[in-house]
């Protein structure tokens, strides 16, 4: 008899923790949805910004982007030089 | 001659009991795992250690004062500390008798104020507590630790994919039905009579199926402290293991053609939303579920930190330095659960079983979630990303990604798999706030 309260119990934890964890996740779901509208009309710009920006960088000729490259592992390669000392 | 005599029944050798033994293979074999296989090693070292530190007799590295001047004490102490207790020794019985039987009164029904004299008296012939046990006291006993963990791992996880497309939040849900099928399995082989599990204990042993270490320690720790060397030690094989066990189980509920479903690229999310999204998630959490609040708290904490971008000294604190010091004291905690008496027991082989159900569970389910989303949304969803609901971040995620690129080598569902994943550690700390708030 108290095997079957427990199983019951067990059951009605199931439902409930499943439910819960639904009801709150699509809570969670619809806000997120909401809150990226909003952050989405009220801040349009900054995002297209930074997607131009990303874009540009790219079409810089090759020869420049070796040489800055380059630079780069000198300056690399100098600092950690003098760190190992 | 005498010395010798009692220099060898202080020795390890002497007092080294069956279950001791065994349980420093069981240390020795984690270890094994951890650095052989590779299992979890960051913390299947410290636990495996912890449980060979705290099988080593005579030592008592893992029990508090009171149950170590119960196994070692004079028999004039005995008698002092069964008044306290409230208790009377049997005159005619020997001081091993004695031991056991107050070993008994003293871990079952006798108030705590008895237990708190008793334990002053302990303390007063010079005992104290190991230093396992101190560990484990601090450490998990208080909360603190899974909490801090779970702060790192918020200050580790990046939202972007989950608020590109919030709709997989409901992988991560629905995976979660391994924690509460196993839970119901526990029960269900308890009034079968196969094994002994109390509602408490079946919910922490269904945590398993969260797939998330820090919330199976904080679950048990409050639920069910007893089985939590099992359980810790469950919850980390398995993760370790999640790249045996979820392909079989994916393969299996879809078709090749599933398997090859591309899915459209995710937008990009703006910084804004990032740091909204941790406040948004506190405040439905203090709104819908207090008892989750400690671990959500704690996650969305860490996540602001990484997300506000000025507190760069913190962020990367609590995702490198503190969550490394907490995860030593962590394991050493685990470690010192498993101690032979509690740790050698039917019940384990329940546990480890059990957990290894919810982990399929929990993956069939976010699988099957996923088909079902595909049927009603128009936009693609592999269902292969609905099994990284299970938490195990980044792990789950990766196994997604590769059973993916088998199908089809130029579809990465990585990005794309880490937004249930991410769901999964809400939904799980979700279960638990659950679970904690009907048993607790």
Redesign the interface.
């Known amino acids: 008899m108290q095997?079957?309260e427990?199983?019951q119990?067990?059951?009605a934890?199931?439902a409930?923790?499943?439910g819960?964890?639904?009801v709150?996740?699509?809570?969670?779901?619809i806000?997120?949805?909401l809150?990226?509208k909003l952050?989405?009309r009220f801040?349009p710009a900054?995002?297209a910004v930074?997607?131009g920006k990303k874009s540009s960088p790219s079409s810089v000729p090759s020869a420049q982007n070796d040489e800055v490259m380059a630079v780069i592992s000198a300056a690399v390669h100098r600092y950690r030089s003098t760190r190992r000392r | 001659m005498d010395k010798l005599v009692t220099l060898w029944e202080g020795s390890g050798l002497y007092n080294l009991e069956l279950g001791q033994a065994a349980m420093i293979m069981v240390g020795l074999l984690l270890l094994y795992l951890a650095i052989y296989k590779k299992f979890e090693p960051l913390l299947l070292v410290p636990i495996g250690f912890g449980g060979i530190l705290a099988n080593i007799p005579e030592a008592g590295l893992a029990i508090s004062a009171l149950d170590q001047a119960i196994e070692v004490a004079k028999p004039a102490v005995l008698q002092q500390i069964a008044a306290a207790l409230g208790a009377t020794l049997d005159p005619l019985a020997n001081a091993e008798a004695w031991r056991e039987s107050l070993k008994v009164i003293a871990h079952d029904g006798v108030a705590p104020d008895q237990v708190r004299a008793a334990r002053d008296i302990a303390v007063g012939v010079g005992y104290s507590d190991g230093m396992l046990y101190n560990f484990y006291k601090v450490a998990i006993g208080s909360g603190i630790a899974p909490l801090i963990i779970f702060m790192g791992v918020g200050a580790m996880t990046d939202f972007g994919p989950?608020?590109a497309n919030?709709?997989t939040?409901?992988l991560?849900?629905a995976a979660?039905?391994g924690?509460?099928?196993t839970?119901?399995g526990?029960?269900?082989l308890?009034?079968m009579?196969v094994m002994d599990f109390s509602?408490n204990q079946?919910?922490a042993i269904g945590i398993i199926g969260g797939a998330d270490g820090p919330t199976s320690i904080y679950v048990s720790s409050v639920l069910a402290p007893e089985l939590l060397g099992a359980i810790a030690v469950a919850a980390y094989a398995y993760m370790a293991l999640v790249p045996l066990i979820q392909p079989p189980i994916m393969r299996l509920l879809t078709t090749d053609k599933e398997r090859q479903i591309k899915m459209t690229q995710l937008r990009?999310?703006?910084?804004?939303?990032k740091i909204?999204?941790p406040l948004?998630?506190l405040i439905?959490v203090a709104l819908?579920?207090p008892d989750a609040a400690p671990l959500l708290g704690m996650f969305c904490f860490g996540n602001l930190m990484r997300e506000c971008g000025v507190v760069e000294r913190l962020s990367d604190t609590a995702q490198n330095a503190l969550i490394n010091i907490v995860t030593i004291i962590l394991g050493l905690s685990v470690g010192s659960k498993l101690m032979a008496e509690s740790f050698l027991a039917f019940e384990t082989l329940g546990i480890l079983g059990l957990g290894i159900v919810a982990f399929g569970i929990g993956t069939a389910a976010g699988v099957l979630m996923a088909k079902l989303m595909n049927l009603v949304s128009k936009m693609p969803i592999n269902p292969l990303i609905g099994a990284a609901g299970v938490s195990a971040v980044p792990m789950a995620a990766r196994v997604a990604n590769k059973v993916g690129l088998e199908s089809n080598p130029h579809n990465f569902l990585l990005m794309h798999a880490m937004g249930p994943n991410v769901?999964g550690v809400?939904?799980s700390a979700?279960?638990a706030g659950?679970?904690i708030k009907?048993?607790g």
């Open positions: 095997d079957l427990l199983l119990e067990g059951l934890l199931m409930l923790g499943m819960v964890v639904f709150f996740l699509t809570v969670l779901v806000s997120v949805t809150m990226s952050v989405g801040q900054p995002v930074d997607t | 989950l608020l919030p709709r939040l409901f991560g849900a979660q039905f924690i509460f099928a839970l119901f526990a029960v269900a308890t009034s009579g509602l079946a919910a990009p999310v703006s910084k804004l939303e909204v999204f948004m998630l439905l819908f579920l769901a809400i939904g979700v279960a659950v679970m009907y048993l």
